[in-house]
């Protein structure tokens, strides 16, 4: 009969992740963490979750495990994580923290990256893919920057791309096949007009949205709270405040749409 080892799951998401993202990418770490976990002989009993960005250092869970007197050998021999770069992609950090658990007699596994223990060049390995790791976070913060920098004199900066225009040569255009919804949904706002009424007049129009499904309260919510995008101004990111777009607004700013 096959014994297992206790062990603990570690996983961190981005806090700034909408809410279906972030669950879908813990119950992916999850699955990894337990198929990896039960392959090794190890049973995880305990699951410990941080919502922060890797640039944040202050992790609550990840302090509960490596100074806390809940995780500690006995009872656990182990804590398991999808991948180092969950723990940290800065290479002094993980080392840090690699160590401090091995001090607490636990071992540090990734379902992606294995070390042989005991080997020479097991650290030089860590190294190597620690490396790796902080230079796709140095030019992931460079890129974010640059994307803050352009949103700033008003130019689109990527992402979902807003209802009613669409990108061309890295601007957004007016799409003529969504304008017409865009100002009806305004316009029937303007007179008082449910949200749910304007989405099922739109679905029995013949309308679709771009996944091709009927249209919802929720679609008419969020292009009603675009309101200043569609008026010209433009914003990337939540902490950005609005400033004036580049785009070519569909409405005008203060005035009422009239219906076609």
């Given at each position: 009969m096959k014994v297992f080892k206790n062990a603990?799951?570690?996983i961190r998401v981005h806090k700034e992740q909408r809410s279906d993202d972030e669950k879908i990418a813990i119950d992916a770490q999850k699955q990894d963490i337990?198929?990896?976990?039960?392959?090794?002989?190890y049973n995880i009993v305990d699951w410990k979750i941080?919502?922060?960005?890797?640039?944040?250092?202050?992790?609550?869970?990840?302090?509960?495990?490596?100074?806390?007197?809940?995780?500690?050998?006995?009872p656990y021999e182990a804590v398991i994580v999808f991948k180092n770069s969950r723990l940290t992609?800065?290479?002094k950090l993980y080392f840090y923290y690699h160590y401090t658990l091995e001090k607490k007699n636990i071992t540090l596994l990734s379902t992606r990256e294995e070390?042989?223990?005991g080997e020479d060049f097991a650290n030089i390995y860590r190294?190597?893919?620690?490396?790796?790791?902080?230079?796709?976070?140095?030019?992931?913060?460079?890129?974010?920057?640059?994307?803050?920098?352009?949103?700033?004199c008003g130019c689109y900066s990527g992402g979902r791309c807003p209802y009613g225009y669409k990108v061309e040569n890295g601007k957004l255009i007016i799409n003529p096949d969504e304008r017409s919804i865009v100002e009806y949904v305004f316009s029937e706002h303007e007179k008082g007009t449910p949200m749910l009424t304007i989405a099922n007049n739109l679905t029995d129009l013949g309308y679709r949205t771009r996944k091709g499904t009927r249209f919802q309260a929720k679609s008419i919510s969020s292009i009603l709270s675009n309101r200043p995008l569609y008026e010209g101004?433009?914003?990337?990111?939540?902490?950005?405040?609005w400033v004036k777009g580049v785009h070519e607004p569909i409405l005008k700013e203060n005035e009422t749409v009239d219906a076609e």
């Open positions: 603990v799951g570690y337990l198929l990896y976990a039960n392959d090794k002989g941080d919502e922060v960005s890797d640039e944040k250092e202050d992790r609550p869970a990840l302090n509960e495990i490596l100074y806390g007197d809940t995780v500690t050998n006995p992609r800065d290479t070390f042989p223990e190294s190597l893919l620690q490396f790796v790791a902080e230079q796709e976070r140095k030019n992931a913060i460079h890129t974010s920057k640059g994307r803050g920098n352009k949103a700033q101004m433009y914003k990337y990111g939540k902490d950005m405040n």
